[in-house]
């Protein structure tokens, strides 16, 4: 069964749908895996908000991006504006995941 989705032309699987899969892949109910994925979720996201560095072997690593003050340019007037610093969260593929995907 394929499970994936098409928006603007491209390829997406929701959540609900990865939660099928695991649930097929572990042999485990769609409950369970519902829970196993909320808890992966909320455990990578507390560790951000830590600012701790979340890294999967083989997969990739989670970490917050920091973004200094800068300033910026308003495209449609040309007016100068301050940029407020900020985090954002990032995700750097590991050699495994990249090899995987060629």
Do not use: C, W
């Amino acid at each position: 069964m394929n499970l994936l989705i098409y928006l603007q032309g491209k390829k997406i699987m929701n959540k609900s749908e990865l939660i099928e899969i695991i649930a097929t892949k572990a042999e485990m109910t769609k409950k369970d895996a519902h829970k196993a994925v909320d808890a992966l979720l909320a455990s990578i996201t507390e560790s951000l908000k830590k600012n701790e560095e979340v890294a999967i072997m083989g997969f990739g690593t989670f970490k917050v991006s920091h973004r200094p003050a800068r300033k910026g340019r308003n495209l449609k007037t040309g007016e100068i504006i301050d940029v407020k610093a900020s985090k954002s969260p990032a995700f750097k593929a590991g050699r495994t995941l990249k090899e995987a995907i060629k």
